[in-house]
């Protein structure tokens, strides 16, 4: 395994499993199956309603938990609840969680943030991050925070690989942990001849070859799956080193091109939508 090392000396996974959009009982397996395959880093959130799920994947794989990097985030519903992450701890059923964030810069965002900053310094969460946060949303955040974030998770792929954000980023050694890692639905991205080229140089897919993009730009990848062997191929990514020259003819398909586009109606239905947590 790679790793990136944060701007608190904390070590994460180059690549982890995510679990948006899957089901708790897909969830439970997909962590498991990694977890035993290999994977350290796993990634969830209050919104995917898969937290209990994702702890019972962890508990059945076998793996010590100081083994495991875990993510979560809390949503905006939860900013305001001083209860928030002691609740989402009882969720995934552990006493801390390596990585987390707030999801939306929705409703009462700098409260969710001051969550943080204490489960930080209580030792509930070894790090902590900021999901969504672009724009003027991040500088805001840049001129309040009282412990800058180890990461930001935002959309990033070879059409849009956030060159405005990562000036910001790398003034604090905040590290990306990019979704939509592999484009979202358009196949356009996964399709550029360059990636098929590449593949077979290396004897890998291009799915393979733009998730190698990601870790060899710093950015650390958690794509997600109910497929065991889709869930093994993404980790099946580290015995091959792009090269430099490789990596900028990669760079030139860079569009500015993002998939999703938020709107400021979106963040007010976030701040008012209320997860129903699984049993």
């Not at 898969?50 to 949503?75: C, H, P, Q, Y």
């Not at 989402?88 to 810069?105: C, E, K, M, N, S």
């Not at 974030?149 to 003034?171: C, G, M, N, S, W």
Request: proline share 4%; glycine share 8%.
């Amino acid at each position: 395994m790679e790793y990136v090392t944060l701007n608190n000396g904390i070590k994460c996974p180059a690549i982890g499993i995510g679990t948006y959009m899957l089901k708790p009982e897909d969830a439970r397996n997909s962590v498991r199956e990694a977890l035993k395959m290999g994977y350290s880093l796993i990634d969830t959130a209050n919104a995917y309603v898969n937290e209990r799920a994702v702890g019972r994947g962890m508990k059945e794989s076998g793996i010590k938990r100081e083994d495991i990097f875990l993510s979560t985030k809390l949503w905006p519903s939860e900013y305001e609840n001083p209860d928030a992450v002691n609740e989402t701890l009882a969720r995934l059923g552990v006493d801390y969680v390596d990585l987390l964030y707030i999801h939306q810069p929705a409703g009462n965002w700098l409260e969710g943030y001051r969550l943080l900053e204490k489960a930080y310094k209580e030792g509930k969460a070894r790090s902590i991050g900021i999901s969504n946060f672009e724009g003027r949303y991040i500088e805001e955040l840049e001129t309040k925070w009282e412990i800058a974030p180890q990461f930001i998770q935002v959309e990033a792929h070879p059409y849009f690989t956030q060159k405005e954000l990562r000036k910001t980023l790398d003034k604090y050694d905040i590290k990306l942990m990019s979704w939509y890692p592999l484009g979202h639905g358009d196949k356009s991205l996964i399709n550029e001849p360059v990636f098929a080229e590449l593949g077979k140089k290396y004897g890998k897919s291009p799915a393979q070859i733009i998730l190698r993009w990601h870790t060899q730009m710093g950015f650390v990848v958690i794509p997600g799956s109910k497929n065991v062997d889709h869930i093994r191929d993404n980790l099946n990514i580290l015995d091959f080193t792009l090269t430099d020259e490789e990596m900028q003819t990669i760079a030139r398909l860079d569009k500015g091109q993002r998939y999703y586009h938020r709107t400021e109606e979106q963040l007010v239905q976030f701040a008012a939508w209320h997860p129903k947590f699984e049993t």
